[in-house]
């Protein structure tokens, strides 16, 4: 099974959490963990799965993962499963903040965007875009992040191996 979790990290804490997803879905597949600038599209061909995951930035996934999503060919991750993430403020530190929830409610967060624009693409989302909180806007992550973000990890696999297994048997 080939897996790639293509990510981008303003401030480390996005990196952190692809870090641990790659590590959890790495054995015995053959994982990749790449910035957009790291990768060339050829490394799309034969994918099993694909993970991608953002910083939101003003409630969208960085320009730089935005820009390279935008140039795959239309059906480029035709049945490919996939499964997006972000790293994001708590609902509470949203909730402080009136700009912020007004914001949320017309936008949402990067992982939103990235399910949406993967999807677009031909991709299959294999589980609801997930978010993993940072305290401020540079983070850190909050306790409890990086284990949150393994058993995750651990889902994603689950579902892969379900369709896998479902597609065997049809």
């Not at 303003?10 to 957009?36: F, M």
């Not at 060919?73 to 929830?101: M, N, S």
């Not at 191996?161 to 597609?167: K, N």
Request: aromatic share 8%.
């Amino acid at each position: 099974m080939k897996v790639l979790v293509l990510y981008d990290s303003q401030y480390g804490n996005t990196h952190q959490i692809a870090q641990t997803i790659a590590s959890q879905l790495s054995s015995p597949q053959e994982v990749s963990l790449k910035r957009p600038a790291e990768l060339d599209r050829t490394q799309l061909a034969g994918l099993s799965l694909l993970v991608v995951g953002s910083p939101t930035q003003r409630f969208m996934a960085t320009p730089a993962l935005m820009a390279w999503l935008k140039d795959i060919p239309r059906d480029g991750l035709r049945d490919v499963p996939v499964a997006t993430f972000d790293t994001r403020l708590t609902e509470q530190q949203i909730q402080e903040t009136p700009v912020l929830k007004w914001f949320v409610r017309k936008s949402s967060y990067a992982a939103w965007w990235l399910a949406q624009r993967l999807k677009k693409k031909g991709g299959q989302l294999i589980l609801p875009p997930e978010g993993f909180y940072v305290e401020g806007m540079e983070g850190p992550l909050l306790p409890g992040e990086l284990e949150r973000a393994g058993e995750w990890a651990r889902k994603i696999l689950a579902a892969v191996q379900m369709d896998l297994e479902a597609i065997e048997t049809a």
